[in-house]
């Protein structure tokens, strides 16, 4: 592998899924925390629409998936706040609506034969220098939002009662999660694709809490543990010339069950 970091696109591999791990490690906390794992797989399926539409008007993958991502988030986020007994029914309409767009766009653009395979489970050899500095500005906007409007974010991601009673604005808080969990969808499109990157976003969390209790200290160290994952899964990849996505999330799945035996005895 060492003999390999002298490629560019090596380099760009590693540090997309460092920069990636560290969105998902916050994120996915923020995720657990709140329990709308659903609503977020529903937000990366969604956004397969946005890919769609932007082949179809011939702009930036990124940019198209971004912008249909966060509107997918606000409209989710509007009817689940008002419908919460019909959350999967929600959702379900909304995944299904956002894939079969984004095949309709695609199937309606002229010419176009590149494989869609790497957007669903990812290509990161294909990471680009505009890749890098959209995930580099992603991370340093969750990263500064959080810190932020950490105390709100807390309040309302464990007692959104107490913490309307407190005068936190629960609607915009819970609109702003969801927003940024479709923001780090998208940025992990390149690393594991919108099929796998629920699983990035779920499993360093559900390690973490096994160590730790606080929300900032599981958002560290599960930002550790999504890079362990990825930087690991990256290596077999590489040896083994098979799927970076997949390797990366096989990883964290055999670290959780593992951790989860070992942690019986």
């Known amino acids: 592998m060492l003999e390999a970091l002298q490629y560019d696109f090596i380099q760009n591999a590693i540090i997309s899924g460092v920069l990636v791990s560290i969105a998902a490690g916050i994120i996915g906390s923020l995720v657990?925390?709140?329990?709308?794992?659903?609503?977020?797989?529903?937000?990366?399926?969604?956004?397969?629409?946005?890919?769609?539409?932007?082949?179809?008007?011939?702009?930036?993958?990124?940019?198209?998936?971004?912008?249909?991502?966060?509107?997918?988030?606000?409209?989710?986020?509007?009817?689940?706040?008002?419908?919460?007994?019909?959350?999967?029914?929600?959702?379900?309409?909304?995944?299904?609506?956002?894939?079969?767009?984004?095949?309709i766009f695609v199937d309606l653009t002229p010419g176009y034969n590149v494989d869609l395979m790497s957007y669903l489970?990812?290509?990161?050899?294909?990471?680009?220098?505009?890749?890098?500095?959209?995930?580099?500005?992603?991370?340093?906007?969750?990263?500064?939002?959080?810190?932020?409007?950490?105390k709100e974010i807390l309040a309302v991601s464990y007692d959104s009662e107490?913490?309307?009673?407190?005068?936190?604005?629960?609607?915009?808080?819970?609109?702003?999660?969801?927003?940024?969990?479709?923001?780090?969808?998208?940025?992990?499109?390149?690393?594991?694709?919108?099929?796998?990157?629920?699983?990035?976003?779920?499993?360093p969390t559900y390690l973490a809490e096994m160590f730790v209790k606080r929300l900032s200290s599981m958002m560290i160290l599960s930002s550790i543990i999504a890079t362990l994952f990825t930087l690991i899964g990256l290596c077999i990849s590489y040896y083994f010339d098979i799927s970076s996505g997949a390797s990366i999330i096989v990883v964290g799945v055999i670290s959780l069950l593992l951790f989860k035996f070992l942690g019986k005895k």
């Open 32 to 103: 657990i925390a709140n329990k709308i794992t659903f609503l977020a797989g529903g937000i990366a399926h969604s956004s397969y629409g946005g890919i769609g539409l932007a082949i179809f008007l011939g702009v930036p993958v990124l940019f198209g998936a971004t912008i249909f991502a966060v509107a997918t988030a606000v409209i989710i986020s509007l009817l689940t706040l008002k419908n919460r007994n019909r959350i999967d029914a929600i959702i379900g309409i909304m995944w299904a609506f956002g894939m079969a767009l984004g095949i």
């Open 121 to 150: 489970f990812g290509s990161i050899i294909a990471v680009s220098k505009e890749d890098l500095i959209y995930l580099v500005i992603l991370d340093f906007f969750i990263i500064a939002l959080v810190i932020l409007f950490y």
């Open 162 to 203: 107490f913490a309307q009673l407190r005068g936190i604005n629960v609607k915009f808080f819970y609109t702003l999660i969801l927003i940024l969990a479709a923001l780090s969808v998208v940025g992990a499109i390149k690393v594991v694709g919108l099929i796998l990157v629920i699983a990035l976003l779920t499993i």
